[in-house]
């Protein structure tokens, strides 16, 4: 990134905070302790740790021995559903998922699927959103699991996690929120939610990247992942990347001290990106619910142009404008289109056809109105699948 | 303008959460007064309960469902009363009638001349009357068709134009491209006896065909409209 450069892919990575920085700075230098020691090098690294650990549990209304660090949000997803399974290997077992998910529960899934489990993917409305009576249909008595994600990263949409987790519960099943694209945008008390397993990722808040979290409900029980030295309460065995881990506290504090101000602003920058590219006159029509969603979210499509973001994106990129047309996780299935839109009912063509542009802390109104300046010339130039669409 | 007086009966988290657009529900509430339909921006409260609050529904005509249904990539068939013959004139099946724009005059097609280079030449225009006829491989009608051009592509020589009656040639003059190839159709679809899916290839039955021949093309767009299905087809043949 240089100077100028307009990062609209906050969904994919965030820039680091520099206070988060800040704060991870000497973890990378002199306190190089491991916090397993009991000497002082070792106990000032374990107070780092316990305080990162606060941090985060603060962030989500847990308490901290409720916080299992892991190195990623995918790795926090994968000891939620496999973690949860594991504990009913020898009864039936069935989990249910929304088909919007993420690749780092969906994968999950299909693995276990491939293992005996039975899996049920939820279909969702037009607007990406996971009906309560859909899931209560989808349940069984061997249902284990429920896992829906508390906001979508291609779409932005929002789920209503609370309803879905008493329908679960109902049940007899478990509730996990994948919360990855949501953790530090807005509220998320696991107690008013409901949910009993919980993932993040840090460097989606502007903390660094490979680190991730899972919230485990005091007396629930999983089984490991990573075996080993017995850390993060024998779950997740392996040394501490403390400089890591602090980093992610620290996002997870700065989040935590600002999410109104930051919400209110981003309402408002996102609010003016639909009312411009609405204005461009090129049949814009907003993906996913146009106020369920997050606060620096928006995903557009132009009718009949749908086709051509794969010459939309490389354009902006030339103005050094950096958008997304779907997850990056998906970057490696880039001719596919996305699952995401495509269990909304969009078709394979459009499907490819979205553009996400995805604010952060660091993105301002004059970065905004260069966008929505750029954006319209760049639209001429691609070529519509059809000569004239009628909304 | 909205003009209601009316505070909205509802009950508001209480979350201060600024999702909505401002930081707390106390002034999101005074902010409702005003605007009744800002309970929409509230994600704490279920459809439900917005729609209780709401003194009056107005649609945000930003925001529109996935063009195709939501179980899939298909369109269900439209129109299954059993009244309807779907055989052309010459007793040959199809799968739905291509109906042109309301408002547009005729068929919209999407043509090239056999030499692009007319299109420049000859200086087409928006708003040009033109003949020619589509000839060979796309799509072999052996009737001259007259219309009303749309929209040139200099660049490319392609002209999408709107397919009339004589008439209006013999009245005002015309511009004769000679041959050309219908490189696409546009237009609605009203009826169908079968489900409409992208990359599918079917038999329609263009409505205003003089032969009334059945044709068969690709669909490469879907939109539904409030008017109709539209759709493009293209890779058009006759039969």
Redesign the interface.
């Given at each position: 990134m240089t100077a100028g450069d307009i990062y609209f892919d906050n969904a994919a990575t965030t820039p680091l905070d520099p206070r988060v920085r800040e704060a991870m700075l000497p973890f990378l230098g002199a306190q190089y302790g491991n916090p397993s020691s009991l000497h002082a090098a070792g106990r000032t690294a374990r107070t780092a740790v316990d305080n990162a650990r606060e941090a985060v549990a603060a962030l989500l209304g847990a308490t901290p021995p409720e916080i299992i660090f892991t190195a990623s949000g995918t790795e926090a997803d994968n000891l939620a559903v496999l973690g949860v399974l594991a504990q009913h290997e020898v009864s039936p077992q069935h989990v249910v998922v929304s088909a919007i998910e993420h690749p780092a529960v969906l994968e999950t899934c299909r693995h276990a699927e491939r293992r005996g489990a039975g899996v049920t993917y939820l279909?969702v409305?037009?607007?990406g959103i996971v009906e309560p009576e859909t899931l209560a249909a989808a349940l069984r008595p061997e249902t284990r699991l429920v896992s829906v994600m508390a906001a979508n990263n291609v779409v932005g949409t929002?789920q209503?996690i609370s309803?879905l987790a008493r329908v679960a519960h109902d049940h007899g099943a478990l509730f996990h929120t994948d919360a990855v694209q949501a953790a530090g945008k807005?509220?998320l008390d696991v107690v008013r939610l409901g949910v009993d397993l919980l993932s993040l990722s840090a460097h989606k808040l502007h903390g660094p990247q490979g680190v991730g979290a899972l919230y485990v409900k005091r007396g629930l029980t999983l089984s490991p992942a990573v075996f080993g030295g017995g850390q993060e309460r024998g779950l997740r065995s392996a040394t501490e990347n403390v400089a890591g881990l602090v980093g992610c506290g620290e996002a997870a504090r700065i989040a935590r001290d600002e999410?109104?101000?930051?919400?209110?602003r981003l309402?408002?920058l996102r609010?003016r990106i639909?009312a411009g590219i609405?204005a461009c006159g090129k049949n814009?029509?907003?993906v996913g619910?146009?106020?369920?969603?997050l606060?620096g979210h928006v995903c557009v499509a132009f009718?009949?142009l749908e086709a051509e973001a794969i010459k939309l994106l490389p354009a902006l990129d030339e103005q050094r404008i950096f958008v997304s047309s779907g997850s990056a996780c998906s970057s490696h299935h880039a001719g596919e289109p996305s699952h995401v839109?495509?269990a909304?009912?969009?078709?394979?063509?459009?499907a490819q056809g979205a553009l996400r542009i995805t604010l952060g802390r660091f993105s301002t109104s004059a970065e905004v109105d260069h966008f929505l300046d750029v954006l319209p010339r760049t639209l001429q130039t691609l070529r519509p699948?059809?000569?004239?669409?009628?909304? | 303008m909205q003009t209601s007086t009316a505070v909205p009966s509802v009950e508001l988290p209480g979350l201060d959460c600024g999702l909505c657009g401002v930081a707390t529900c106390e002034e999101f509430r005074a902010r409702l007064t005003k605007s009744p339909d800002l309970i929409k921006r509230c994600i704490h409260l279920d459809a439900g309960s917005q729609r209780r609050a709401l003194l009056r529904v107005v649609e945000d005509p930003a925001s529109r469902g996935p063009a195709t249904c939501t179980s899939g990539t298909c369109v269900a068939p439209i129109a299954t009363d059993g009244s309807r013959k779907w055989v052309d004139s010459l007793g040959r099946e199809f799968d739905f009638v291509l109906q042109h724009f309301p408002e547009e005059p005729g068929p919209r097609e999407i043509i090239i001349p056999h030499n692009p280079m007319l299109t420049r030449e000859m200086e087409i225009k928006k708003g040009d009357v033109m003949i020619g006829r589509p000839l060979g491989m796309s799509c072999g009608c052996p009737v001259t068709h007259c219309g009303e051009v749309r929209d040139v592509d200099p660049r490319t020589g392609v002209i999408t134009w709107c397919v009339t009656g004589p008439l209006r040639p013999r009245q005002e003059g015309f511009k004769d491209i000679g041959y050309y190839i219908a490189e696409a159709y546009e237009g609605l679809i009203q009826a169908s006896r079968n489900e409409i899916k992208i990359g599918m290839r079917y038999y329609f039955q263009p409505d205003m065909c003089m032969l009334q021949w059945r044709h068969s093309g690709l669909v490469n767009y879907i939109n539904r409209s409030a008017s109709g299905l539209q759709v493009r087809l293209e890779g058009l043949w006759i039969g």
């Open positions: 279909p409305a037009a607007n929002l209503p309803q807005m509220p999410m109104v101000q930051e919400a209110v309402v408002a609010d639909f609405a814009a029509y907003v619910d146009r106020f369920r969603r606060p009718a009949g839109l495509r909304m009912g969009y078709d394979p063509v459009q699948a059809t000569t004239r669409v009628i909304i | -």
